[in-house]
Every structure is written in C-alpha cells, then in structure tokens.
T-cell receptor, first 112, second 115 residues
Framework: GESVGLHLPTLSVQEGDNSIINCAYSNSASDYFIWYKQESGKGPQFIIDIRSNMDKRQGQRVTVLLNKTVKHLSLQIAATQPGDSAVYFCAENIMTGNQFYFGTGTSLTVIP | GAVVSQHPSRVICKSGTSVKIECRSLDFQATTMFWYRQFPKKSLMLMATSNEGSKATYEQGVEKDKFLINHASLTLSTLTVTSAHPEDSSFYIC???????????FGPGTRLLVL
C-alpha cells in the first residue's frame, strides 16, 4: 500500500510562534494532497489542499508547501494559537482513485 | 457548506448485539461515502468505500458480513456493526465526497463501546 509518514509525532510551540508540520509520501503518482486537523474526540477537519501542479498554497494563517522532488509536504501555521492544538494529518490521493492514504499524525501542542 | 453529520455520537452496547451508525451529508449530494475506523492516538484506517446504489467495496481484512454498509440515497450511508464484540470498540468516522471532487468531508465520528 501507500505510505504517508510524518517526521515528528509530537510538536510543542509557544503561542504566537510559527509551526511547521512535515509529511513524507512515497507514491510519486500522488497528485492531490490535503491537510486535516483533528481535535480530541472529533472528526478530521479540512484545512487546506494542494494539487501536484503547485508547490505552494496559502490559506488563512496556513501555508502548504509541496516538494515533489523529495516527496515532501509541509504545513506552516503562522502565529500559532492555543486553538491550533490538535493532531494534524496529511493525506495523499491519486486523482483517478478513490482512496486517501493518511499519515500517522502529528500532535501539536501550543504552550500559552 | 459541505457538512457531514453522524448519529449517534456515542453508543454503548452489549456484546452480541448489532449497532447501526448513520452518516448524512446535509448540504450536498454525496455520490461516494467512506467509512473509517480510528484507534486511540492512531491514524484513520479506511474500512470501505460506498457509492450510492452500489455494493460497498471493502478494504482487505475488513469483514463485509460483520460491517454492513448501505448507501441507499445520495445523502445517507449506514454502517451496521453486527454481533458486536469488545474488540469492535473504536471511533468510527465517515466521510463524503461529491461526484469526482477529490476532497472528502468528514463527519464528527461515533464512539462505540461494546461491553
């Protein structure tokens, strides 16, 4: 199967600092990627997506960077807030397929 | 937009009974719905994919006779855990997708506890 892994299982940042969460994927044919945020006891929440024909996409306080050469994806959160504390998953998809493959998740803790 | 609901949010049942979990897309027509299972501090594991009006496609290792999936309409899919056992206790999450759009929108999850 596909393999989507995260470099760090946990990440702690000070409130107001920027956060960077990394993700490696193994299938070079993957052409669509999504970052999800999951708070404790809740379902995943869509944050931002990016297609493989892009290398950067920005949202509100979030930026996703895609490096297809090294099959690496990152999520940058600007001015991290306590409400950003959650587990973040990256997911990859081949557009012709149905499935998303999820990474193991990174737990982000924001220290007030 | 793109709201997906699940019912119930929590359920406790006795071993041997069956439990039905509903997944609804509230503001769009979900041509495809997905069912995931998640263990504590673990990632989501895809159990099955269902297209409206068709039989579900189950992932390897998922018993189709134990986890019955029905997707009878464009806004509703159900997962029935039959003859539940304590090892079926888990967090079950559905997601929905419209036509050929890639993005999946997730429900809030259902926590099942089998005693």
């Amino acid at each position: 199967g596909e393999s989507v892994g995260l470099h760090l299982p946990t990440l702690s940042v000070q409130e107001g600092d920027n956060s960077i969460i990394n993700c490696a994927y193994s299938n070079s044919a993957s052409d669509y990627f999504i970052w999800y945020k999951q708070e404790s006891g809740k379902g995943p929440q869509f944050i931002i997506d990016i297609r493989s024909n892009m290398d950067k996409r920005q949202g509100q306080r979030v930026t996703v960077l895609l490096n297809k050469t090294v099959k690496h994806l990152s999520l940058q959160i600007a001015a991290t807030q306590p409400g950003d504390s959650a587990v973040y998953f990256c997911a990859e998809n081949i557009m012709t397929g149905n499935q998303f493959y999820f990474g193991t998740g990174t737990s982000l803790t924001v220290i007030p | 937009g793109a709201v997906v609901s699940q019912h119930p949010s929590r359920v406790i049942c006795k071993s041997g009974t069956s439990v039905k979990i509903e997944c609804r897309s509230l503001d769009f027509q979900a041509t495809t719905m997905f069912w995931y299972r998640q263990f504590p501090k673990k990632s989501l594991m895809l159990m099955a994919t269902s297209n409206e009006g068709s039989k579900a496609t189950y992932e390897q290792g998922v018993e189709k006779d134990k986890f019955l999936i029905n997707h009878a309409s464009l806004t509703l899919s159900t997962l029935t855990v039959t003859s539940a056992h304590p090892e079926d206790s888990s967090f079950y999450i559905c997601s929905a997708r419209y036509l050929n759009q890639e993005t999946q929108y997730f429900g809030p999850g259902t926590r099942l506890l089998v005693l």
